[in-house]
T-cell receptor
Framework: NAGVTQTPKFQVLKTGQSMTLQCAQDMNHEYMSWYRQDPGMGLRLIHYSVGAGITDQGEVPNGYNVSRSTTEDFPLRLLSAAPSQTSVYFC??????????????FGQGTRLTVV | AQKVTQAQTEISVVEKEDVTLDCVYETRDTTYYLFWYKQPPSGELVFLIRRNSFDEQNEISGRYSWNFQKSTSSFNFTITASQVVDSAVYFCALKGGPNNAGNMLTFGGGTRLMVKP
């Protein structure tokens, strides 16, 4: 059981480049989300999805796009990378049948550096 | 708006000492959920515990224990007889109730615990 799988684990981008962070889960969870972790700020929500075809913005959505074409996959796109997007990114999924009463499962994280 | 505060940014203890990590939260929801996650040096986030707002019983799991007090909006985490392997960043998180679309979590800033041999 792989759980939540993120790729890549590390990435260096130049300012202005675009890229997609991949996230896949094999637990048939309906809810998926992306967080970024910055020193001293904990994790902050970027975007989330409550099911295939449904996405919404979180606390810090600017500069990022998401889509959810299948239950399993929830990619995060950086359209034009900026140094302020240097961070560690986590994908998470959770079961929706008992809203709020389930823990989120996190991927291993992607450490992104924008130079 | 919801908020989670972990006032201790860094704690250093010597092995076998007991240590308590503080977590204070703010929410207007009457039903909510509190979590603790551990982030070891390898970087992944490991789920430790979930507590519902209507269940104020304290919980003990081995060397770990949690003290949930609604009156003070706190959900503190104690490690008894700390070990070097407990060295990690610990996050407290809050999830609101029925109106929380997507099971979104609000995290505290984290507490870095260093256990020295």
């Amino acid at each position: 059981n792989a759980g939540v799988t993120q790729t890549p684990k590390f990435q260096v981008l130049k300012t202005g480049q675009s890229m997609t962070l991949q996230c896949a889960q094999d637990m048939n969870h309906e809810y998926m989300s992306w967080y970024r972790q910055d020193p001293g700020m904990g994790l902050r929500l970027i975007h989330y999805s409550v099911g295939a075809g449904i996405t919404d913005q979180g606390e810090v959505p600017n500069g990022y796009n998401v889509s959810r074409s299948t239950t399993e996959d929830f990619p995060l796109r950086l359209l034009s990378a900026a140094p302020s997007q240097t961070s560690v990114y986590f994908c998470a999924s959770s079961y929706s049948k008992i809203p709020g009463n389930t823990e989120a499962f996190f991927g291993q994280g992607t450490r992104l550096t924008v130079v | 708006a919801q908020k989670v505060t972990q006032a201790q940014t860094e704690i250093s203890v010597v092995e076998k000492e007991d240590v308590t990590l503080d977590c204070v939260y703010e929410t207007r929801d009457t039903t909510y959920y509190l979590f603790w996650y551990k982030q070891p040096p390898s970087g992944e986030l490991v789920f430790l515990i979930r507590r519902n707002s209507f269940d104020e019983q304290n919980e003990i799991s081995g060397r770990y224990s949690w003290n949930f007090q609604k009156s003070t909006s706190s959900f503190n985490f104690t490690i008894t007889a700390s070990q070097v392997v407990d060295s990690a960043v610990y996050f407290c998180a809050l999830k609101g109730g029925p109106n929380n679309a997507g099971n979104m979590l609000t995290f505290g800033g984290g507490t870095r615990l260093m256990v020295k041999p």
